[in-house]
């Protein structure tokens, strides 16, 4: 299977299929509609990029089946600000198309929500982070053949050449922790709460050497 693998830079083209991706892990909802489901998964996806410097995809089979994108807090850490502008401004088209609709509107709350949690998950860390895994995912269907521990080793290597030390992520009971747990990280902080059906998730922010 690796070697059947590609690694390169995100391009635009690689959107649809990597928002399919986050549709199926994070918002196929009962109840929720195909259409909302996509527009918020894109959403989530522009987001993401919005705050990244840097962004790897796997291909196979000539498509995007995994991702990492990072963001580096260090002097030298190129910046992205038209592609910043455009992300922007594709997040405010997609809400506004989800505004009129009852499921819309939950859905972009269920959201604000979650980045509530987060900041509440950092907030007060001691810790001097030097960069942080924005957006990591791998296609559920190949999971377990190696193409997490590609992209994860990759953005190490170049977390190590920016010189950056220590890192965070966020990341969810929705997720294989374990594979954080695996590689060394640290559990730092939990914190539990309802936002996707009735049962509660916990959300948790983990710390990681570079």
């Known amino acids: 299977m690796n070697d059947s693998i590609v690694l ?16 199926r892990m994070w918002y196929a909802e009962p109840g929720l509609s ?7 998964a894109m959403i989530d996806l522009h987001y993401s990029m ?3 410097t840097s962004a790897l995809v796997t291909q196979h089979g000539g498509k995007p089946v995994g991702i990492i994108a990072t963001h580096v807090d260090v ?15 594709s997040i405010l088209r997609l ?18 929500s979650l980045t509530h949690i987060d900041a509440k998950l950092l907030h007060g860390v001691q810790s001097k982070f030097d960069a942080e895994v ?6 559920e269907s190949l999971r377990g053949c190696g193409i997490g521990r590609i992209l994860f080793d990759r953005a190490m290597e170049d977390f190590r050449k ?9 990341t969810d009971t929705r997720c294989d922790v374990g594979f954080y747990d695996h590689r060394g990280l640290s559990r730092l902080r939990g914190r539990r709460a309802a936002l996707y059906g009735d049962a509660p998730e916990t959300f948790y922010l983990y710390e990681g050497l570079a």
Do not use: I, Q
């Open 95 to 112: 809400a506004a198309s989800l505004l009129p609709s009852a499921e819309g509107r939950d859905g972009l709350r269920k959201m604000l």
């Open 8 to 23: 390169r830079p995100l391009r635009r083209t690689d959107y649809p299929a990597l928002a399919e991706m986050l549709r």
């Open 75 to 89: 002097p030298g850490a190129r910046s992205r600000r038209r592609l910043f502008n455009w992300h922007r401004e």
């Open 34 to 40: 195909p259409s909302c489901a996509s527009r918020l």
């Open 162 to 170: 920016a010189g950056v030390r220590r890192y965070f992520l966020f």
């Open 50 to 52: 919005s705050d990244s």
């Open 134 to 139: 924005v957006l990591f995912l791998v296609d």
